[in-house]
């Protein structure tokens, strides 16, 4: 594999992994909302009863393919890249950061 076409489909992978990002994000809080509901620590009308276990496993599984993609996409572009591996862990972390950013509009989905 050409290294410019590594390098390029790993930034093109980390950019979408950090837009991404922001919806596991909501999985997570959503799971938190539910989860102090059912020990009682708030009374939030708005939530569903009985969802939390639905919640849970969307959450588990989602977390799942996410993370694991993430993983092994990097780990096979790194490979076929030949880069050290500080400067792949900065493309990774730049790009990450750039999808997240790009996203940034949805993330008073979180605090509203």
């Not at 390029?8 to 992994?17: D, G, P, Q």
């Not at 939390?52 to 993370?67: D, G, K």
């Not at 490979?79 to 996203?103: A, Q």
């Amino acid at each position: 594999m050409n290294r410019i076409l590594g390098f390029s489909l790993t930034a093109v992978f980390n950019f979408l992994f950090g837009y991404l990002f922001h919806y596991m994000s909501v999985l997570f809080v959503l799971l938190y909302l539910y989860i102090a509901e059912a020990l009682g620590w708030t009374l939030d009308p708005t939530l569903e009863k009985g969802l939390l276990i639905p919640i849970l496993i969307a959450t588990i599984f989602a977390s799942l393919i996410y993370f694991s993609i993430i993983v092994i996409t990097n780990k096979y572009l790194w490979k076929k890249t030949h880069l050290k591996k500080s400067y792949f862990l900065l493309m990774i972390l730049v790009t990450f950061s750039l999808g997240v950013l790009s996203n940034g509009e949805r993330i008073n989905i979180l605090f509203s």
